[in-house]
Structure formats: structure tokens, C-alpha cells
């Protein structure tokens, strides 16, 4: 089974929408942390957002939200008000096992997310 | 602050060649990592290292060794390169907020390294 997936090859939003990134995950590990990356065309990889197994609540980081849903094991992100900078090609990852210890990453293949003015 | 700097930006090797990939932050972070993204892909994770003096190997780690000689700087060498290598390479720092279970992170990643292996 896929570690990651991401079901969305490509979106588009219009600008000032808001807009779900769908991810879900597969482990048996209980500790695991779940990343939001985005990457322009220009390259660089911009860490977004974080969520740990153990976070009761949602992660926010201003206009990101990650809407974790640990019984489906999904943790899709919300961008609200979009903006044509958002567009980007948008990786959700896992890291499973404890810090200091043995930690496995996995990425998705990406979402290709297009804003339309 | 400059963040994570990287170098260099772009390398063409001939196989068989080595070399080594610098990365310093100066944000006094503890935990490290080297990823490689290659064409359509996402990251993989080359080797990382939680705290200065250790490092423990990643998804793939074959071909390459890394060094954490101190807290800034955490380099990644292709000892006898191969165009299997050919990839963009990554290095990011961590900085933990909050300690165990509840704590959270925010990751910092330096501009890339863009090798070829011909």
C-alpha cells in the first residue's frame, strides 16, 4: 500500500477561494508527524505546515489549515483566500518513528494547484 | 539571519568523480536532514542527523556519507559518483517547538543543489 497519496494530480481555484489538498496516509507506527511542503516553479521546497499524531487539535498557519482526521487517516490542507502566488505544485508527507531515533519520510507524488484571477 | 545555505548551486560530475555538498544553518538548530527530489517526484530522505556529532542513514542512503562536524554544518558526499545521482539535493534544518509529544516543528530548507552525473 502507498505510504502517501495523493489523489489530486492537478487543481484550480479561483483567487479568493478557498481550497482543499486531499492526503491520506498509511502506518502502524502511533508516533508519526504529518508536513505540508510547497514548491513553486522557481524550485525551492517551503515547509508549510505541521501535525503530530498526538495534536488534539488541527494545525493552522495562517491561511493554511491541515484538517486532520486520524480515524480516516487523512490530512488534507485547506488554503482559504488564494491567492495567485499560491499557485505551485503542493507535497504532503509523513515521518514515522520518534525524534533521535529511526524516522522514515515519505512524500507524495504532488498536487499541481493552479489560481485562476 | 541567513537561513540554510547551500553549495554549491549547480555541479556537473564525470562518474567515478566525488564531492561534497556544503549546508550550514545559523538558526542553532539541532536536527538536520538531506533529501534529493529528482524529476516528478517528492523528496527522499538521503540521511539526517538530530543533533551535532550524529547522523543515521535514510531512505537512500547508498553512495553517499555525511559528516556533522558541528552544530551549523552538516555536508554530503558522493564519494564515486554515478548518473543515478543526477537529482536536485536539499538540506533542511528543524526547529522544535515545545518538547514529547505535543511539540511542533517548523522546517527550513536551503535553496537546492542541482547535480549531474554524466
Known amino acids: 500500500a502507498q505510504k502517501i497519496t495523493q489523489t489530486q494530480p492537478g487543481m484550480f481555484v479561483q483567487e479568493k477561494e478557498a481550497v482543499t489538498l486531499d492526503c491520506t496516509y498509511d502506518?502502524?507506527?502511533?508516533?508519526?508527524?504529518l508536513f505540508w511542503y510547497k514548491q513553486p516553479s522557481s524550485g525551492e521546497m517551503i515547509f508549510l505546515i505541521y501535525?503530530?499524531?498526538?495534536?488534539?487539535q488541527n494545525a493552522t498557519e495562517g491561511r493554511y489549515s491541515l484538517n486532520f482526521q486520524k480515524a480516516r487517516k487523512s490530512a488534507n490542507l485547506v488554503i482559504s483566500a488564494s491567492q495567485l502566488g499560491d499557485s505551485a505544485m503542493y507535497f504532503c508527507?509523513?515521518?514515522?518513528?520518534?525524534?533521535?531515533?529511526?524516522?522514515?519520510?515519505?512524500f507524495g507524488i504532488g498536487t499541481k494547484l493552479q489560481v485562476i484571477p | 539571519n541567513a537561513g540554510v545555505t547551500q553549495t554549491p548551486k549547480f555541479q556537473v560530475l564525470k562518474t567515478g568523480q566525488s564531492m561534497t555538498l556544503q549546508c550550514a544553518q545559523d538558526?542553532?538548530?539541532?536536527?538536520m536532514y538531506w533529501y534529493r527530489q529528482d524529476p516528478g517526484m517528492g523528496l527522499r530522505l538521503i540521511y539526517y542527523?538530530?543533533?551535532?556529532?550524529?547522523?543515521d542513514k535514510g531512505e537512500v542512503p547508498n553512495g553517499y556519507n555525511v559528516s556533522r562536524l558541528n552544530k551549523r554544518e552538516f555536508s554530503l558526499r558522493l564519494e564515486s559518483a554515478a548518473p543515478s545521482q543526477t537529482s536536485v539535493y536539499f538540506c533542511?534544518?528543524?526547529?522544535?517547538?515545545?518538547?514529547?509529544?505535543?511539540?511542533?516543528?517548523?522546517?527550513?530548507f536551503g535553496p537546492g543543489t542541482r547535480l549531474l552525473v554524466l
Open positions: 508527507a509523513m515521518r514515522e518513528g520518534s525524534s533521535g531515533g529511526y524516522q522514515k519520510v515519505t
Open positions: 502506518t502502524s507506527d502511533p508516533s508519526y508527524g
Open positions: 501535525q503530530g499524531s498526538y495534536d488534539q
Open positions: 538558526m542553532n538548530h539541532n536536527s
Open positions: 542527523s538530530a543533533s551535532e556529532g550524529t547522523t
Open positions: 533542511a534544518s528543524i526547529k522544535k517547538r515545545g518538547s514529547g509529544r505535543a511539540g511542533g516543528e517548523t522546517q527550513y
